[in-house]
């Protein structure tokens, strides 16, 4: 509740000062421990050395993680887990503003002693500490990784606006003078620090210098997150509330490249219910002539990439989606090169056609399409209670509608923008189409695959096909290459090997039309790269462990039944048998990634008839009594 303060005019909490006072004691109580402690004697120097300045008034984290856990406990705030996982309780409402709720959780993205992030553990002598902004040649060297593999997809940020900032401040001393004017500014810091921790996490052999960056990047967070939002708003201000929408999506990026940092799944809501209380999901038109051009382009990149997130993490976890897509008029941004967005106009043409040359927006626009697709999706075949079975009629109307619209994407897809390096993540690639095209055949078909009615064998061969292409896809990018492992992949990658198992235990069409080369070499991709995230990543292992038991027995199911027509392989041996309460373990131990309720359908049942089989040996299991025999009398349904 908002009150306004007689003298100032402003409007503040009802209870403003019991906050003040409960932040001002805590903060005695940190500087008292902070006194108290003896200095760390084992912390090293940062591996950067540069005579540039963190910049103003740096007065940043230097507080153990303890003191802050205490402080975000005492005011309620969000409990963002940092290593992937979602987070399955929400605290009491905070009192703060908007930046608040989120700055504990900003603050303290290390955990110490933990095992199950990517690459070697760190123990306590190695924690990371801020550093200093690097010599030119290598900033640059990390904000082209960035915007020639971030950008390109989630282009929230504008980037002739960063490369002033970066020549002025990590540029020759020819530009120093320039800096000057910009020197008390914390924002140029902040986004270097952010951009160039991105950057870093993309390259290889950076060692700890993402979470330097990142850390050098709390000093300036403060002053971004702090302008109240009513005087905002009512100053007209809306270069602010952008400025903190890029700042929330920076760490949306850090987030997706590393196993550390806020919950994508938080920030994603945190930045989408800014966006639409500003109005950024409603027509630009609204809003008049007022905002010059770059405001506005500006305005509409940071709504669609985080509505992008969002609907990436609704479907991905199975969680609602925070904003309907029936609820947005907003127009997509402008196709044209950042270079052509200025303050005072847009110069040049936009793209129009298929066959015009990319522009540093046209990757991204068709993302923002697909994205459209996956919420429309969600919707109106996940979300809606009355016609989410594959019964309905409408069920199958709608899976039409959006198949054509997959296929019309598809068929649009821009050319990929040149670049001066190697593709560091799949965005900049055109596999990334490819598999993100398999992804969504698997995501619209997969009600289909688990429903209780009986599915066609051209639905089975086709998801059977799209899976085999993921893993594929995946293993071609991954081993080898400088691409690095995601959280986001591990879950395309699992529920791919799942839906390929399923098809094969389920379809007698995909049985018949597979062969054990094909076969095996889908299921050995699957069981590669679920085995190298699992050595990257402790949580990982229940995955891996989870498909290479179901592989197993799945060769060795598909070698017995095709006995004359298939040779055995002379290395093949078939599988042992496992315990079931191994397998029990091990989907014991899986996280609570929040996996859709359809891949959750094919895990339960491939283990339901795996255990079944195990438990039984030579004793059919219920999939092959109901290829003889069903309530339907199709031998393609699911078992009940």
């Known amino acids: 509740c908002l009150v306004e303060d007689p003298a100032t005019r402003r409007h503040q909490s009802r209870n403003y000062v019991e906050t003040l006072e409960e932040k001002v004691a805590l903060l005695e109580d940190q500087l008292r421990r902070a006194h108290s402690r003896e200095p760390d004697s084992g912390t090293t120097a940062p591996a950067i050395d540069n005579a540039h300045p963190l910049g103003p008034t740096a007065s940043g984290p230097t507080e153990t993680e303890d003191s802050v856990d205490e402080l975000s406990s005492k005011v309620g705030m969000l409990a963002f887990r940092v290593d992937g996982e979602e987070p399955s309780y929400l605290g009491s409402s905070s009192p703060f503003a908007f930046s608040r709720i989120i700055h504990s959780s900003l603050r303290q993205p290390f955990p110490r002693n933990r095992s199950d992030t990517f690459g070697p553990p760190q123990d306590d002598t190695s924690l990371p500490t801020p550093c200093l902004l690097p010599q030119y040649e290598f900033g640059i060297t990390l904000s082209n990784a960035y915007f020639e593999n971030i950008h390109a997809q989630y282009p929230f940020l504008h980037e002739p606006t960063f490369r002033r900032w970066e020549a002025m401040l990590v540029g020759s001393a020819e530009a120093a003078g320039a800096a000057e004017a910009i020197v008390l500014d914390p924002v140029p810091y902040f986004f270097i620090n952010m951009v160039y921790a991105v950057g870093a996490l993309l390259l290889p052999n950076t060692g700890s210098l993402p979470q330097q960056f990142y850390l050098s990047a709390q000093f300036y967070i403060d002053s971004i997150l702090s302008r109240d939002n009513l005087e905002a708003i009512q100053d007209l201000d809306f270069m602010a509330h952008i400025v903190q929408l890029q700042a929330i999506l920076c760490y949306a990026m850090y987030s997706l ?41 500006m305005r509409k990149r940071v709504f669609w990439c985080t509505f992008g997130i969002e609907s990436v993490a609704a479907v991905t976890l199975g969680r609602p989606l925070g904003l309907q897509l029936q609820e947005v008029d907003a127009e997509f941004p402008t196709d044209i090169n950042d270079s052509q967005i200025t303050e005072t106009g847009i110069s040049g043409t936009p793209r129009s056609s298929h066959s015009d040359g990319p522009t540093t927006m046209s990757t991204a626009l068709h993302v923002f399409r697909l994205r459209c697709l996956w919420a429309r999706m969600h919707t109106s075949l996940y979300s809606d209670k009355t016609t989410r079975t594959s019964d309905d009629p409408t069920y199958g109307m709608r899976v039409e509608n959006i198949r054509s619209k997959l296929d019309e994407w598809m068929a649009s897809i821009p050319p990929i923008p040149t670049r001066t390096g190697a593709a560091l993540t799949i965005f900049a690639t055109r596999d990334w189409y490819d598999l993100n095209f398999g992804e969504t055949i698997l995501l619209l078909y997969r009600g289909q695959l688990t429903g209780k009615r009986a599915c066609e064998d051209s639905v089975f061969i086709e ?172 031998e393609n349904a699911n078992p009940a």
Request: contains cysteine; neutral net charge; glycine residues 6%.
């Open 463 to 634: 998801c059977a096909a799209a899976a085999e292409n993921i893993c594929h896809g995946y293993r071609h990018q991954y081993i080898g290459k400088p691409i690095k492992h995601t959280w986001a992949a591990l879950c395309v990658i699992f529920s791919a090997g799942l839906t390929y198992l399923h098809c094969l235990w389920t379809s007698s069409a995909v049985r018949e039309a597979v062969w054990y080369d094909g076969m095996s070499s889908t299921l050995t991709d699957c069981t590669m790269l679920l085995a190298v995230l699992a050595e990257r990543w402790k949580s990982a292992a229940p995955y891996r462990d989870i498909f290479e038991a179901l592989s197993n027995r799945t060769i060795t199911m598909m070698v017995d039944r095709n006995r004359e027509q298939w040779t055995r392989p002379v290395s093949f041996v078939p599988s042992s048998p496992v315990n079931p309460q191994n397998l029990t373990r091990w989907v014991a131990d899986i996280p609570d990634a929040g996996m859709l309720d359809g891949t959750d359908k094919i895990l339960e049942g491939l283990l339901d008839d795996f255990i079944a089989q195990e438990q039984e040996p030579g004793s059919p299991s219920r999939l092959r009594e109901s290829r003889h025999g069903d309530r339907n009398g199709n």
């Open 257 to 297: 490249r590393s196993s550390t940092g806020p919950s994508i799944w938080s920030l994603s809501g945190l930045a989408l219910r800014q966006c639409v209380e500003l109005g950024y999901h409603r027509s630009s038109k609204r809003f008049g002539s007022t905002i010059d051009p770059l405001r506005l382009e």
